[in-house]
C-alpha cells in the first residue's frame, strides 16, 4: 500500500503564535480521511500546508512518496477546494472549470472534453455558460469541485466544503462527494469541524486540537476507543467521570460503577456513552439517581441525571408510544455495562 | 490667525459700533471711509508699495486688494453690480474699454494738473474721464543674456532683427487676445508699418516663435527660465525682471508706442471717497515716485518726477526717439480689435507648428540658395514668401462693419453671429492651405538646380 | 427603531415591496444629494451654458453647434483631445498598474511613503508647477541641458500633444494608482490561492485572475484620468498646445468675451463626452459582479519579495518615482533659489522667500486646510450616499445623480466659478457680505469640483463589500442606515481614505474658480497666494515657498490618511486570522 500523503513531524506558527506542534500523519492512497477539530485547532492551516500555502518551520510533507515541503502550491498537483469555493466572478463556469488545464497546456480539443467530463461528473454540464454570481449555492460548491477534479489532482483538498450550504442540501452533497470519491478512488482529505460531516464521510480521520493530533483511527474505533477526555468528548456525547479505580470498581462522588475486569488501580476518568447506561424506571440497577432534566428527542428521551454526591450522567430511554418522559426529581434505577466503559488515564 | 468666521464676526461688530457713533462724529469722516476694495491685476509686488504708501497718507483708511486676473476681474465687476469693488486697476487699456462700454465705470472728479494730457502717441487719460493713467509702458525686446551667449545669438534691437533666420525657435510672444499689451504691440507695429508690410513682418517673425502664450506673465517667465531666450513683452516685465536678479535685458525698437496703465473707480463704488483719494494718491507726486521701487519700475506720467529716477531710466517726456515714430490711432485700434485678435490666433497662434515649419524650410531653402544660386530656386522661394506673408483680409475690409462688424458683438454680454465662425474658420482653412504649400514649394526651392 | 414590535410575518411581503423601490430614507438622502447638485452644479452651471442655446436675437438655437461641427479647428480639436486621453490613460496605466501590484501584493518596506509619494503628482500647485516642470523637463530644462552638455541632443519632453500625454501622465497616475490598490488590496486572498493551485504563478496568476478582478477600480481609476485629461486645460496651456478642446473653449471664454457662445458650446460637448465616456466605463462593469466576500481579514496576503523580486521591484520604483516627482524638486529648488534661469540647477540658494511668505501670509494655509478639509469630507458623504444609491437600491433615476455629479468633472472651474456669483451674489450672509464670496461657499465650490474623485473611489470601493455582509446586519435586525454606517462604511474604510485624500489633495490646488470668488485676503486659501506671487519676477520664489508647503501639507495629511487606514486593515487582519 503506497502513500498518499505523509506528514512528518510538521510544526507551524505565525510569529510566537504556535499552530501546529510536531504533526506526524500518513493518509493512505484512495483514502478519504478526515482533520477533525475545533475552530482553530490548526486543520485548516494544515489542510493549506499540504496545498502548499505556507511552508513548516520545521517538518516534512511527501505527496505520493515525493517530498513536496518545498515545492510551491502550482507545481503540486494537489486540488483544494475552499471554504468560500473561490469562483472567479470574472469568469464563467467553463472558464472556472478550464483554468487548470490551460496552466496545464491541455490542446483544446482535450480541454473542452475535460471540462465538460468534469461538469457532467456533478451534473451542472448544461450550466457552462453562466457566471458564478448566477449559480445557487450547492451549485456554486459543485463547479468548485469540478474545477478542481478537472486537473486530475493526485489529492483532493476539501475545507469545510459543507459548511456553506443549507442543512437541508448539507446530507444529500456529502452522499455525493463520498460516492464520487469511490468512483474516482482519489485520495482525499476532508477538513471539518462537524463529527457527523467526518464520521459519515471518512475511512479514517485525525482528531486535532490546539495544534496537535490527539488520534488517529477510523470512526468506529475513535468513538469506540477515544484516547482521551478530548477525544471522548468531541466524537458524540460522553459521561466523563472524574475518580479512582479500587480493587472493587470506579469510585467518584459517593458512587461505585463496575469497570471490566484488570483495570489497574490509581486516579482516572471514566468514560461513558449514554447507550452504556440503562435507565430502569422500577429503581432497580446498581446505582440510584434522580431525574434532573428530561429532553424529548423523538426516537429517544435523553435524561440528565443525578447521582451520588453531584455527579451528572446523561441516559436515554428509547421511546415508545405510550410511554410518558420522567417528570424532573423522580427516581430511577442505572445499570451500566462494563464492556462499554473506557478508563482514560491522566 | 484670523479663522474665517471671526473675520465675518469682526466685520458685524465694526458694523454695529458704527451705527452707534455719533452723528457728529461721522460726519467729520466724511472725507474719507474706513476701508477701499481694489480689484487688481497687478502683482502684489506692485501695489504693496502704493498700499504701505496711501495707508500712511490716509491712517484712517484700510485698503483691501483683491487679486484677480484681467479677465475674472472685469467678470467679477460685472457680475457683482449691486455691491462691486471701489477701483479697477490694471494695465491694459481695453479692459478698461469694455467696462466702459458696459456703464461699469464711475466719472470721478479727479485732480490732473501738472500732468500732460498725452504721453508717448495716445492720451494719458481717457478722454471721457472714466479712467485714468497712471504710469505708461512701452512694448519691447527683453532677452536673457545668458541665453543668448549659450547660442551664440547676437543681442536683438529691432523688430526686423526678429526675422533673422537665426531666431528660428528662440522667440516668445503671448496670444494679442490674451493680453492687452502684447494686443497693443502688434497693432502698434500695424499702424507703423502699414496693413500689409506689418502683417509680412508680424507673420516672419512668427515663423520664429517658440511659443505663443496664454498669458502676458507667461512670456516673461520663460524668458526668466531660458525656456526660450527672447520675449515681446511690456517694459516692466524687463526691468522688474532685471531688478529681481534674473539674467535678462530690455530694449524698446524704434516702432514702439508708450501707452498708460490705469486706474478707474466702478460704478456705485460702496467707498467713493476713499477710492477718489487712492487715485488722486496715485497721481500725486508723492504716489509717483513709488513707481521708481525696483519691484514696481514703470515710466511715471509726472515728468517731474524722473528727476530721481536711476541712471539709464528711460523718460519718455525728453527721448524723443521713445514711442515717437509711431503716432498711436485709437479709433483704427478700436474698430478692428477682435478682428485682429481673431486674425492673429488663426494665422499664427492655432497654427504656429504649420507656420515655423514652412519658415525653417524657407530658411533652408535661402541658405541651399546662398551656397549655390539658380533662378529656379528663388522664383520658388519667393513664392513661398508670398503665400507665408499674405493676410486673408485687407486693412478696408478690416475696418469694414461687414467684416469687423462681425466680431464686435462679442462684446459685453451679446453672443457672437455665426458670421464669426464662418470669417474664422475661412481664415484657417487660408493658413493651413498657404503654409503647406509654402512649406513644398521652399522644399522644392531647395532641391532646385 | 423600537424593540417591542417584532416583525410579524404578515408585515413582511409589505416590507419587500418596499425594499424592492425606495425607502423613504432613500428617497430623502437622494433628494438632498439632488438639491445640492441642483443648487450648486446644474443651476449655476445652465445659467452661464444657456448662452451656448441663445441666438444672435435671443431665442434657442443650435446654430452654435453646427458652427462647431463645420469649424475644422475645433473637429480637429476634437480628435487630438481624444488621442491625448486614450493615450494617457495607456501611459499612465504603465506607471500606476507595477506601483500598484508591487504596494498591494508584497511587503514592500516603505509602502507608506510610496503610497504618499505616489499622491502628490495630483499635488501640482498652479504657476509654480508649470514653472517647475518647464524647468526640469522643458526645452531648456535641466533635463536637457544636461542631455545637451554630455550628449549633444535633447528630448522634446514637453513639446506637441506627446509632451501633453506624457505631462498629463505624470500628473493624473495616482487615480489608477490609489484605485487600483484599494481594488487589490479587497480581492479575497482564496481567489489567488485557488488560481495558484491549479497551476498559476506569477504573471499568468496576475493577468489571469488578479488584475481582471481588480478591474472595478481599475477602470474607475482609468476613467477619471481620461475624463479629466480630456477637459483639463492647464497643462495644454502651459505647453501652449491650443488645438485641443478644452483650452479652446477657455481661450474662447476668457477673450473673446464672456458672451460668446463657441467657448460654451465646447464646454457642453466636453460634459456630453466625459458623461459619455463615464457611462461606457459602468457599462462594461455592468452585470458583472466583482464583490468577493472579504472573510474577517479578506484582502491579498502581503508576501515577502525574493531577493531578484525585491531588486527588479526597487529598479522599478526608484526611477518611476524620481521621474514623477521631478517638478516637485524642481518646486523646492525654486522656492530655495535666488535666481535660476538657463542652468541646470540654481545659481544660489536662500531662505528668504520662505521668510516672506510666513511674514505675509500665514492664514493661506489654515485657511486651505479648513476649506479643503471640509470639502473632502463633505464629498466623502456625498459620494457614499450616490454609491450606495446607486449600487444597493432600486431607486429610479438613481444613475442620473451618479452622471450630473460625474459631470461637474468636465465643468471649467471658471465657469461654475462665474454661475456661483450670478446666483448667489445677491444672497447676504448675517454680516452683509455676499454668500457667493465667502468662505462658504468657496468651500462648497471645491467640494461639487472634486466630488467625481470621491464618488468614483467610494463606488469602486462599496462594489467590493460583498452584499452578504450587508444582509448579515439586516439580518441580526440592523436597519439600512445602521447597515450603512456600522456595516458598510468601516468595510469601505481605505476606499473611503483614497477618496478624501483625492478631493483633499486637488482641492487644496485648485485655482480656476478660486480667483473668481475668493475676496479678501484674510479669506484666501493658499493657491491664490501663489497666484498672485506668481504674477511678477520676484514673486516667483515665494510663490515657489507657499507651494512647497501646499504639498508637504497634503503629503502630511495624506500619510496620515494612509496610516489610519492601514491600521483598520491590520486590525481586522489580526482579528480574521484569530478566528481562522
Given amino acids: 500500500m503506497s502513500a498518499g500523503v505523509e506528514i512528518e513531524r510538521v510544526s507551524f506558527g505565525y510569529g510566537a503564535t504556535r499552530v501546529l506542534e510536531d504533526v506526524s500523519l500518513t493518509i493512505r492512497k484512495g483514502e478519504f480521511f478526515a482533520f477533525l477539530g475545533p475552530s482553530g485547532s490548526g486543520k485548516t492551516t494544515l489542510l493549506r500546508l499540504i496545498a502548499g500555502f505556507g511552508m513548516p518551520d520545521s517538518g516534512r510533507i511527501l505527496i505520493g512518496g515525493r517530498d513536496a515541503t518545498r515545492q510551491a502550491p502550482w507545481a503540486r498537483n494537489v486540488g483544494l477546494v475552499f471554504q468560500s469555493y473561490a469562483l472567479w466572478p470574472h469568469m464563467t463556469v467553463a472558464q472556472n472549470v478550464a483554468f487548470g488545464l490551460e496552466r496545464r497546456r491541455v490542446p483544446r480539443a482535450e480541454r473542452e472534453q475535460r471540462v465538460k467530463a468534469a461538469l457532467e461528473l456533478v451534473g451542472l454540464a448544461h450550466l457552462m455558460d453562466r457566471r458564478p454570481a448566477q449559480l445557487s449555492g450547492g451549485q456554486q460548491q459543485r463547479v468548485a469541485i469540478a474545477r478542481t477534479l478537472a486537473i486530475e489532482p493526485e489529492v483532493l483538498l476539501l475545507d469545510e466544503p459543507l459548511s456553506n450550504l443549507d442543512a437541508g442540501l448539507r446530507a444529500g452533497v456529502r452522499a455525493e462527494l463520498v460516492e464520487l470519491q469511490r468512483r474516482l478512488g482519489l485520495t482525499t482529505i476532508l477538513v471539518t469541524h462537524d463529527q457527523e460531516e467526518a464520521n459519515a464521510a471518512a475511512d479514517r480521520m485525525a482528531v486535532l486540537d490546539e495544534g496537535r493530533v490527539l488520534q488517529v483511527g477510523s470512526p468506529a474505533e475513535l468513538y469506540d476507543h477515544p484516547a482521551n477526555r478530548f477525544v471522548a468528548g468531541f466524537l458524540g456525547t460522553a459521561n466523563l467521570i472524574d475518580g479512582e479505580v479500587t480493587s472493587d470498581g470506579f469510585r467518584a462522588g459517593g458512587i461505585a460503577l463496575p469497570v471490566h475486569a484488570g483495570a489497574t488501580p490509581g486516579r482516572a476518568t471514566l468514560a461513558l456513552r449514554p447507550q452504556a447506561l440503562s435507565l430502569l424506571r422500577d429503581g432497580a440497577g446498581s446505582l440510584p439517581a434522580r431525574v434532573v432534566r428530561a429532553e424529548f428527542l423523538g426516537g429517544h428521551v435523553r435524561y440528565t441525571l443525578e447521582a451520588g454526591q453531584g455527579i451528572r450522567l446523561i441516559a436515554e430511554e428509547p421511546h415508545l408510544r405510550g410511554l410518558q418522559p420522567l417528570p424532573p426529581g423522580a427516581p430511577v434505577g442505572v445499570a451500566v455495562d462494563p464492556a462499554q466503559t473506557t478508563l482514560l488515564r491522566h | 490667525m484670523a479663522q474665517p468666521n471671526r473675520t465675518g464676526r469682526r466685520a458685524v461688530l465694526a458694523a454695529a459700533s458704527a451705527a452707534l457713533l455719533p452723528v457728529a462724529q461721522l460726519r467729520a469722516q466724511t472725507a474719507l471711509e474706513q476701508r477701499v476694495v481694489i480689484i487688481t491685476s497687478f502683482s502684489r509686488d506692485v501695489t504693496t508699495p502704493f498700499v504701505q504708501a496711501f495707508e500712511r497718507a490716509h491712517p484712517g483708511t484700510k485698503v483691501e486688494v483683491q487679486n484677480r486676473s484681467t479677465t475674472a476681474a472685469v467678470a467679477f465687476i460685472r457680475e457683482t453690480r449691486s455691491s462691486p469693488p471701489d477701483l479697477m486697476w490694471a494695465s491694459a487699456p481695453d479692459a478698461f474699454e469694455v467696462l466702459k462700454a458696459g456703464n461699469l465705470l464711475a466719472k470721478p472728479q479727479i485732480d490732473t494738473s501738472g500732468i500732460p494730457p498725452r504721453v508717448g ?286 466680431f464686435q458683438p462679442t462684446r459685453p454680454n451679446r453672443p457672437a453671429g455665426p458670421r464669426q465662425a464662418q470669417l474664422e474658420e475661412e481664415w484657417d482653412r487660408f493658413a493651413v492651405a498657404n503654409y503647406a504649400e509654402a512649406r513644398q514649394l521652399a522644399e522644392r526651392a531647395r532641391s532646385a538646380r | 427603531m423600537s424593540a417591542t414590535t417584532l416583525p410579524s410575518a404578515a408585515a413582511r411581503p409589505w416590507r419587500a415591496r418596499w425594499r424592492i423601490e425606495a425607502s423613504p430614507v432613500q428617497v430623502l438622502a437622494a433628494l438632498l444629494v439632488l438639491a445640492f447638485l441642483l443648487a450648486f452644479l446644474v443651476v449655476p452651471v445652465g445659467r452661464v451654458f444657456v448662452v451656448a442655446f441663445t441666438g444672435a436675437e435671443g431665442g434657442f438655437t443650435l446654430v452654435h453647434f453646427g458652427d462647431f461641427f463645420r469649424t475644422s479647428l475645433f473637429i480637429e480639436s476634437f480628435w487630438n483631445s481624444l488621442y491625448v486621453a486614450a493615450m494617457s490613460v495607456v501611459v499612465a496605466s504603465l506607471i500606476a498598474v507595477p506601483l500598484a501590484v508591487i504596494l498591494a501584493r508584497h511587503r514592500f518596506p516603505g509602502a507608506a511613503l510610496i503610497t504618499t509619494l505616489g499622491v ?14 518647464q524647468l526640469v523637463f522643458g526645452r531648456n530644462g535641466t533635463v536637457n541641458l544636461l542631455l545637451m552638455d554630455w550628449f549633444g541632443f535633447r528630448i522634446p519632453l514637453m513639446e506637441g500633444l506627446n509632451g501633453v500625454i506624457f505631462v498629463q501622465a505624470l500628473h493624473y497616475f495616482p487615480f489608477i494608482l490609489m484605485n487600483l490598490t484599494a481594488s487589490l488590496s479587497n480581492i479575497d486572498v482564496a481567489m489567488e490561492e485557488a488560481g495558484q493551485n491549479l497551476g498559476a504563478k506569477g504573471f499568468t496568476l496576475l493577468r489571469t485572475i488578479v488584475l481582471p478582478l481588480a478591474l472595478p477600480g481599475y477602470l474607475a481609476g482609468a476613467s477619471l484620468v481620461f475624463v479629466k485629461v480630456f477637459d483639463d486645460l492647464a497643462t495644454p496651456l502651459l505647453l501652449n498646445v491650443t488645438n485641443m478642446l478644452a483650452p479652446q473653449a477657455y ?54 519579495l525574493s531577493p531578484l523580486g525585491k531588486a527588479l521591484a526597487w529598479s522599478f520604483v526608484i526611477p518611476v518615482l524620481l521621474l514623477v516627482l521631478a ?93 456661483i456669483l450670478r446666483t448667489y451674489f445677491d444672497v447676504k450672509m448675517p454680516d452683509g457680505a455676499s454668500l457667493a464670496t465667502s468662505w462658504i461657499m468657496l468651500t462648497i465650490v471645491y467640494a461639487v469640483r472634486r466630488l467625481p474623485y470621491a464618488l468614483r473611489a467610494a463606488t469602486a470601493a462599496l462594489q467590493q463589500v460583498h452584499r452578504s455582509l450587508e444582509e448579515a446586519a439586516e439580518n441580526l435586525g440592523a436597519g439600512k442606515t445602521t447597515t450603512l454606517t456600522r456595516i458598510v462604511v468601516p468595510l469601505m474604510a481605505g476606499g473611503l481614505a483614497a477618496a478624501f485624500v483625492t478631493s483633499f489633495a486637488t482641492a487644496a490646488v485648485e485655482l480656476s474658480a478660486t480667483l473668481v470668488l475668493a475676496t479678501r485676503d484674510v479669506d484666501a486659501p493658499l493657491s491664490y497666494g501663489i497666484y498672485v506671487f506668481m504674477q511678477s519676477a520676484a514673486g516667483r520664489g515665494p510663490g515657489a515657498a507657499l507651494g512647497v508647503i501646499a504639498v508637504l501639507t497634503v503629503a502630511v495629511c495624506t500619510y496620515a490618511a494612509h496610516r489610519i487606514a492601514e491600521r483598520e486593515r491590520s486590525r481586522r487582519m489580526r482579528e480574521g486570522r484569530a478566528t481562522a
Avoid at chain 2, 513709488?290 to 530721481?308: F, S
Avoid at chain 3, 502628490?120 to 516642470?133: E, K, N, T
Fill in chain 3, 120 to 133: 502628490l503628482p495630483l499635488v501640482m500647485p498652479p504657476f509654480v508647477g508649470a514653472v517647475a516642470m
Fill in chain 3, 327 to 419: 517638478p516637485h524638486v524642481g518646486i523646492l529648488l525654486l522656492s530655495l533659489a535666488t535666481v535660476w534661469s538657463f542652468s541646470p540647477l540654481p545659481d544660489g540658494f536662500t531662505l528668504a522667500h520662505y521668510a516672506t511668505v510666513l511674514r505675509e501670509t500665514p492664514q493661506f494655509l489654515t485657511n486651505t486646510l479648513l476649506y479643503c478639509g471640509l470639502a473632502g469630507a463633505i464629498d466623502v458623504v456625498i459620494g457614499v450616499v450616490i454609491a450606495w444609491l446607486v449600487l444597493r437600491t432600486k431607486l429610479p433615476g438613481r444613475k442620473l445623480l451618479d452622471l450630473m455629479a460625474m459631470s461637474a468633472l468636465a465643468v471649467p472651474g471658471l465657469v461654475l466659478g462665474i454661475g
Fill in chain 2, 121 to 406: 502717441g495716445g492720451p494719458t487719460h481717457d478722454p471721457e474721464g472714466h479712467y485714468f493713467g497712471f504710469a505708461v509702458s512701452g512694448y519691447g525686446i527683453m532677452y536673457n543674456t545668458r541665453y543668448l551667449r549659450a547660442n551664440n545669438l547676437p543681442v536683438p534691437r529691432e523688430w526686423a532683427d526678429l526675422k533673422k533666420p537665426i531666431y528660428h525657435g528662440h522667440v516668445g510672444i503671448s496670444s494679442p487676445s490674451r493680453s492687452g499689451t502684447t494686443h497693443l504691440t502688434v497693432e502698434t507695429i500695424l499702424q507703423g508699418e502699414g496693413w500689409e508690410a506689418g502683417w509680412a513682418q508680424l507673420l516672419e517673425i512668427a515663423g520664429n516663435f517658440a511659443q505663443v502664450s496664454d498669458r502676458s506673465f507667461g512670456v516673461p517667465d520663460a524668458v526668466n527660465s531660458g525656456q526660450y531666450g527672447i520675449g515681446i513683452v511690456i517694459d516692466f516685465f524687463g526691468f522688474s525682471a532685471k531688478a529681481s536678479g534674473f539674467p535678462v535685458e530690455f530694449v524698446y525698437p524704434s516702432v514702439t508706442t508708450l501707452v498708460p496703465a490705469n486706474i478707474a473707480m466702478v460704478q456705485n463704488a460702496p467707498n467713493p471717497n476713499a477710492a477718489r483719494a487712492f487715485i488722486q494718491f496715485l497721481l500725486s507726486p508723492a504716489g509717483q515716485e513709488v513707481l521708481l521701487d525696483p519691484k514696481v519700475m514703470r515710466l511715471p506720467v509726472r515728468p517731474e518726477t524722473y528727476a530721481k529716477a536711476p541712471q539709464g531710466f528711460p523718460n519718455p517726456f525728453t527721448d524723443a526717439s521713445l514711442g515717437a515714430r509711431v503716432r498711436f490711432d485709437n479709433d483704427l485700434s478700436e474698430k478692428r480689435y477682435e478682428l485682429l485678435n481673431s486674425l492673429f490666433d488663426r494665422l499664427v497662434t492655432f497654427r504656429l507648428r504649420e507656420l515655423t515649419a514652412a519658415w525653417k524650410a524657407v530658411h533652408e531653402a535661402e541658405a541651399a540658395l546662398a551656397r549655390r544660386d539658380n533662378a529656379e530656386g528663388r522664383r520658388l522661394v519667393a513664392e513661398a514668401r508670398v503665400k507665408l506673408t499674405r493676410v486673408p483680409i485687407t486693412a478696408e475690409q478690416a475696418i469694414d462693419p461687414a467684416t469687423a462688424g462681425a
Fill in chain 3, 251 to 304: 481661450l474662447r471664454v476668457t477673450s473673446v468675451g464672456l458672451g460668446d457662445p463657441m467657448g460654451y458650446v465646447i464646454s457642453v460637448i466636453l460634459v456630453v463626452v466625459s458623461v459619455i465616456a463615464m457611462a461606457g466605463a459602468a457599462l462594461i462593469l455592468r452585470g458583472r459582479d466583482f464583490a468577493t466576500q472579504q472573510r474577517g481579514g479578506g484582502g491579498l496576503a502581503r508576501r515577502p
